[in-house]
């Protein structure tokens, strides 16, 4: 099995940028996707691949990965991003399985 | 537009079955695994398994073998996710999600299944 580790927790100021982290061994043989997920909500696909933005995602979202690390970036921080933000890959079981980061809250101040 | 529409809340008995589903619309159903995720209360996402909507044969996660089944109707374009002898600790929102391309693009709305004597 993989494991992904998020922080729990990130702030920003509001209209600055911030960028989350994903760590995990399978992520030097798969992307990272990056689900955003607000309370009450399911979560929405905000980026996948090297750096894709599904239709509707604002381009202040993008995506980037270094050897075992995934980063998400949002670049000018609004107030509607404050949301739990999810990690996911294969893991590098071979097989075609799933795993998630244990998510990061990020907080708009 | 590609729509899952997932079957509304329970309240189980600890020991009972529930079966949770999730109707696929705007897209060939059978051309997409389907995914199923589970979020405890407060807690993360986690990953339950998969079904390939082609062939019908299941996947299950570590730690959801045995008492957890994914089925589908390819007639009616729906995924099943059935668990059996509920334990308080099952309680949670169930999500079925589209994998398409290396990604989980389409969400259920969720399922909030509650188990409580």
């Known amino acids: 099995s993989s494991e992904l580790t998020q922080d729990p927790a990130v702030s920003v100021a509001l209209g600055q940028t911030v960028r989350i982290t994903c760590q995990g061994d399978s992520l030097r043989s798969y992307y990272a996707s990056w689900y955003q997920q607000k309370p009450g909500q399911a979560p929405v696909l905000v980026i996948y691949g090297k750096n894709n933005r599904p239709s509707g995602i604002p381009d202040r979202f993008s995506g980037s990965s270094s050897g075992n690390t995934a980063s998400l970036t949002i670049t000018g921080a609004q107030a509607e991003d404050e949301a739990d933000y999810y990690c996911?890959?294969?893991?590098?079981?071979?097989?075609?399985?799933?795993?998630f980061g244990g998510g990061t809250k990020l907080t708009v101040l | 537009q590609v729509q899952l529409v997932q079957s509304g809340s329970e309240l189980k008995k600890p020991g009972a079955s529930v079966k949770v589903s999730c109707k696929a619309s705007g897209y060939t159903f059978t051309s997409y695994a389907m995914n199923w995720v589970r979020q405890a209360p407060g807690q993360g996402l986690e990953w339950m398994g998969w079904?390939?909507?082609?062939?019908?044969?299941?996947t299950y996660a570590q730690g959801f073998t045995g008492r957890f089944v994914f089925s589908l109707d390819t007639s009616v374009s729906t995924a099943y996710l059935q668990i059996s002898s509920l334990k308080a600790e099952d309680t949670a929102v169930y999500y079925c999600a589209r994998e398409a391309n290396w990604m989980l693009d389409y969400w259920g709305q969720g399922t909030l299944v509650t188990v409580s004597s």
């Open positions: 996911n890959s294969r893991d590098s079981s071979g097989n075609h399985n799933w795993v």
């Open positions: 079904i390939n909507t082609n062939t019908g044969n299941p």
